[in-house]
């Protein structure tokens, strides 16, 4: 089974202060057919998770040019370049390269 | 507006079963595969199963393998989740998720539903 691993485990963020949360999956997620099946959600309080970012670095719908992806392989980065108090909530990596596996989940919050 | 409406959970005791349905509207729903995604009271996330559009493959977690079966109506706009032998392992808030492509693999889930909840417990 792939495991993926985050850090930090929690983020406090003055807003408009920028954030980075690393993930690290224990095989490569880079697919023969070129793509890297990695992906970032977000879960808001209350609410179901929510897709910001596929296979890496693209946007999903809707998703605020704030949010970056970055990475290749095993190591990957979701960036947020001016926190805003609507990004509080638990963010979490997801592989798709061999089932489905997520990291434990980073949760950020507003200081 | 894509909406997805879980229901079937509750309250029931260890080894008893229980059959989870998910309601979808707002896109076509035989166009896509659909997952059941858990996350126990306080946890994480975890991928429970998928199923492609045409019910022609199907995945499982190791840990609901042989328990847990996923169908889908295409007809009804429905997906359904069977669980048998329940544990209290298995207490969680279930999602339904539709999937970006018709196949079960590589793929992500967007969007999710509000979620049942299933407690096993005596």
């Known amino acids: 089974d792939i495991v993926m691993t985050q850090t930090p485990l929690s983020l406090s963020v003055t807003p408009g202060q920028p954030a980075s949360i690393s993930c690290k999956s224990s095989q490569s997620l880079l697919h023969s057919d070129g793509k890297t099946y990695l992906y970032w959600y977000l879960q808001k309080p209350g609410q179901p998770p929510q897709l910001l970012i596929y296979e890496v670095s693209n946007r999903f719908s809707g998703v605020p040019d704030r949010f970056s992806g970055s990475g290749s392989g095993t190591d990957f980065t979701l960036k947020i370049s001016r926190v805003e108090a609507e990004d509080v909530g638990v963010y979490y990596c997801m592989q798709s390269i061999q089932l489905y596996t997520f990291g434990q989940g980073t949760k950020l919050e507003i200081k | ?122």
């Open chain 2, 1 to 122: 507006e894509v909406q997805l409406v879980e229901s079937g959970g509750g309250l029931v005791q260890p080894g008893r079963s229980l059959r989870l349905s998910c309601a979808a509207s707002g896109f076509t729903f035989d166009d896509y595969a659909m997952h059941w995604v858990r996350q126990a009271p306080g946890k994480g996330l975890e991928w429970v199963s998928g199923i492609s559009w045409n019910s022609g493959s199907i995945g499982y977690a190791d840990s609901v393998k042989g328990r847990f079966t996923i169908s889908r109506d295409n007809a009804k706009n429905s997906l359904y989740l069977q669980m048998n032998s329940l544990r209290a392992e298995d207490t969680a808030l279930y999602y339904c998720a539709k999937g970006g492509v018709a196949i079960p693999s590589l793929n992500w889930f967007d969007p999710w539903g509000q979620g049942t909840l299933v407690t096993v417990s005596s």
